[in-house]
């Protein structure tokens, strides 16, 4: 997903577009052959905490993010399961919190219970290059 835009993040619930036409069908072929499908995002802007001097701004932006997961979701009508870090702690990529928190989620015990080599992961911030189909990703906390 990019932002319809141009700005490097989406600030409205409908500023996104798929950064190629092909994602919706294939992320509905790849549950229909059993993927699950998890999406992990930094979120460090988004506070949770209600005692926050910010609290009314803070629950704007996250009532927006609920709102473009929802507008993004909703196209897709899939099961899907959203982790986001809000915090910089053991949770926020590229740290493993989430991860872990996924495989046991997904009634994994420990990595070695996952077929790695049947998975595979797709990220906007691998480190590239702009020479890559997208251009130059923003970070390299994915990798």
């Known amino acids: ?4 835009s141009g ?3 989406t ?6 577009k798929w950064w190629h036409a092909s994602v919706e069908n294939n992320l509905r072929g790849l549950v229909e052959q059993g993927y699950l499908v998890r999406i992990i995002s930094n979120q460090a802007g988004l506070s949770l ?18 709102q473009k997961v929802k507008a993004v979701l909703n196209v897709l009508d899939l ?3 959203l982790y986001a870090a809000t915090q910089h702690d053991l949770y926020r990529k590229p740290r493993t919190g ?4 996924l495989l046991i989620d997904a009634g994994q015990s420990v990595p070695s219970d996952l077929d790695l080599a049947g998975s595979f992961f797709v990220g906007d911030a691998g480190g ?6 997208g251009g130059k990703d923003f970070s390299c906390s994915d990798r």
């Not at 997903?1 to 319809?4: E, F």
């Not at 209600?50 to 932006?61: L, V």
């Not at 989430?98 to 928190?101: D, L, P, R, V």
């Open 7 to 9: 700005k490097k993040f």
């Open 49 to 66: 905490d209600p005692q926050s001097k910010t609290s009314r701004q803070d629950q704007q932006r996250v009532n927006v993010f609920k």
């Open 11 to 16: 600030k409205e619930a409908h500023d996104w």
């Open 79 to 81: 099961p899907i399961t």
């Open 98 to 101: 989430m991860w872990e928190q």
């Open 128 to 133: 590239r290059f702009p020479d890559h189909v």
């Open 1 to 4: 997903m990019v932002s319809n």
